[in-house]
């Protein structure tokens, strides 16, 4: 049995609160970490589940 799992996924948007908000409040991610240098602000999220590595058979 083969379980696929997303990794991680890179947004560039010009509407860094408006995509926050919705990845948090409307997706339930998490925020890990955040880093607001401007102009080019950078959040790691999660989705709440905790990590695991999952081996493919």
Known sequence: ???KFVHHVCIQTNTYVETLAFYTK????QIVEESLFLPN???FLQDGRP???IESQ
């Not at 409307?26 to 991610?29: D, E, T, V």
């Open 1 to 3: 049995m083969t379980q």
């Open 41 to 43: 602000p950078i959040c």
């Open 26 to 29: 409307a997706l339930g991610f």
């Open 51 to 53: 990590f695991r590595f």
